[in-house]
């Protein structure tokens, strides 16, 4: 890049010869909320996240749902300050097990997450990543060493779908999956937003389950969530009931595990059942538990089937503080 020039993430600038982040230390606002909303159904379940962004976005997906952070050029936006320590002991002080990357995609300020979870870990908080996963080897290898969960972005599966609406490729994103998912201690949950008529066929859908199920295992949770129009897809209706009801009943026939249905009213299908016994053993009615049916090491309590996850006891919290509020950092 020319001296002074910006990268299509607008927050990478040359500025004297070095490329920096102009987002450092920046954030777009700070807001605590369940950790079902990243959507993590399998780690920490019941307690609650310290939630951040900043801006900027590698990615240009047409129909963004943070699309005003994710696309901005306002430097404005960026209004909130704190530096990692900060954000760990705000974190701290109002009694949340995690702080979570989130909002727009982490590996862009990569840097500043990298540094608050370091800071996390020193006092004792877990760190999470909402991310498509769109990320370099060599980046990917410092970045997911320090990240304890990750929610990743696996948005089609066809190539010419990540061209055509997300700007990206589908490989890196597979490879960044297999991955997390091998070669790292993070615990991985993975998120398809379906798309009326771009990602919601029923041969892409099995075709998507398959590789999870042979590449990556039964256990790796799915969530479809609905789409809701916007950004530059207003014109596109809202994803119907009947199609996430369809994706999960595939996923579920191709056998995988764990797959969840979001952004709709459906406990069914935020419900984790024992692959075993087939008891609720997580009763969810969106981000409330209503039940948790599993014991101190994380096995169904009717048949012992050890359920996969991050479950560090019975980490269910008080039921009351379930609605995502802003906060400010101390």
Known sequence: ???GQRGFCFVRANEDGQLVLTTYGRSSGFCIDPVEKKPLNHFLPGTQVFSF???GCNLACKYCQNWEISTSREMNLLAE???PSQIARTAANWQCSSVAFTYNDPVIFAEYAIDTAVACRAAGLASIAVT?????PEAR???F???DAANIDLKGFSDSFYQQVTGARLRPVLDTISYAVHETNVWVELTTLLLPGY?????DLREMCRWIVTELGPDVPLHFTAFHPDNRMRDLPRTPTRTLARARAIAQEEGLHYVYTGNIEDPDGQTTYCPNCKSPVIRRDRYTIDSYDLDAEGRCRVCGTQIPGRFGGSSVVDQS???PHRVAIR
């Not at 498509?132 to 370099?136: M, S």
């Not at 990602?199 to 041969?203: M, Y």
């Open 53 to 55: 962004g900043t801006a």
């Open 145 to 147: 060493a320090v990240m």
């Open 321 to 323: 503080f379930r609605l």
């Open 199 to 203: 990602n919601d066929a029923s041969s």
């Open 132 to 136: 498509a996963g769109y990320i370099n």
């Open 141 to 143: 290898r410092d970045f």
């Open 1 to 3: 890049m020319r001296p």
């Open 81 to 83: 300050e704190a530096s």
